[in-house]
């Protein structure tokens, strides 16, 4: 039996299901998880999206995502959810440990599991996977699997809303190379179903604090490196400065790409201080694979020019080793030189 076989037996046999996403979503993880959670739904299913964490507050004007039961405020209730579930739809992830707190009980549960996501080297724990690495997006692959289930016809505006938002943020707006003919097609259904593009585009991009545009002038004006020499920049972000401008998960999102938009930068970095340890978020342009670079040295991957990792270090010498690694790679990051 395909995939795609397996699964269509899955969406037309009522069930119990949960749908989730990757910790600290952004648009596209709860915009996928959301769209999918309605169509199954629609289908009859009693289908419930658990986080494992908070997301920004603007994707807030998403339907249904008052709806969304963070792991991290209710967890018990999570967990009796995971473990009644039949299925289990895991998306925008390819990894159970990108599940944190949530990872055991997922782990653990009997049920079903689904994976649909879109990054490089999924993890082989699911039941059944769709895996699509040249996809731009997981959004892009929850509207082709409901096209190929025969369902276009229960795309409504509310689902295509979200799977909107999921398309044009990791296309970067449609400018990513992973932005093909396909994913206008699809852009352009979506339209034709009714989303209003531009609305989506001013909620997620044009909904900013005071405070969160102050916080980014700090960090370009006092905390943006750039080394010329090696074609790179990065920014490193303190707990105490996070703290100080009382900033909120999302705020930091989109910093790194201000250090990759600076000429003769071929990567950049942004390297930040949780309470849980320190996080890095990498980009790059062209073939330089930061995917592999975050994989080999920071406990991380996600795509080509975009990824994220860790480290155990403190701040301080998560940048040293950082740097050191860095001055390694300078020749590759010289797209110039012979």
Excluded at 20 to 45: E, I, N
Aim: aromatic letters at 8%.
């Amino acid at each position: 039996m395909s995939g795609l076989e397996a699964l269509s037996k899955l969406v037309n046999q009522p069930s119990t299901a949960v749908v989730t996403m990757h910790h600290k979503p952004d648009a596209d993880a709860l915009g996928s998880a959301l769209a999918w959670a309605m169509y199954l739904k629609k289908k009859g299913h009693t289908t419930h999206v658990i986080a494992p964490s908070d997301y920004p507050f603007f994707l807030n004007w998403m339907n249904g995502q008052d709806q969304v039961i963070n792991y991290e405020e209710k967890r018990e209730q999570a967990d009796a959810l995971i473990q009644e579930a039949t299925v289990i739809y895991c998306l925008d992830f390819n990894d159970l440990a990108r599940l944190n707190q949530m990872c055991d009980s997922v782990s653990r549960s009997q049920a079903t599991k689904v994976l649909i996501d879109h990054h490089l080297q999924p993890h082989p724990f699911a039941h059944i996977t769709f895996s699509d690495t040249s996809a731009a997006a997981t959004a892009q692959l929850i509207f082709e699997l409901i096209e190929a289930l025969g369902d276009s016809k229960l795309l409504d505006v509310p689902i295509g809303e979200c799977l909107y938002a999921g398309i044009m943020t990791d296309t970067g707006s449609f400018r990513h190379p992973s932005t093909n003919k396909k994913v206008h097609l699809i852009a352009a259904q979506l339209m034709d179903i009714g989303v209003n593009t531009s609305r989506i585009h001013q909620l997620i991009f044009d909904n900013n604090s005071e405070i969160r545009l102050r916080f980014l002038g700090y960090v370009l004006d006092k905390k943006l490196v750039v080394l010329s020499d090696m074609h790179a920049a990065y920014m490193c972000l303190s707990d105490d400065e996070l703290t100080k401008f009382d900033t909120k998960t999302g705020d930091t999102e989109g910093f790194v790409n201000y250090a990759l938009s600076i000429s003769g930068i071929n990567m950049a970095t942004v390297i930040i201080e949780r309470k849980d340890g320190v996080k890095l978020s990498f980009r790059s342009k062209g073939e330089f694979n930061v995917s592999e670079f975050a994989r080999n040295h920071f406990q991380g991957g996600g795509h080509k020019n975009a990824s994220g990792g860790r480290s155990s270090d403190n701040l301080a010498d998560t940048e040293k080793r950082f740097i050191e690694i860095l001055r390694t790679y300078s020749q590759q990051l010289d797209f110039n030189a012979k």
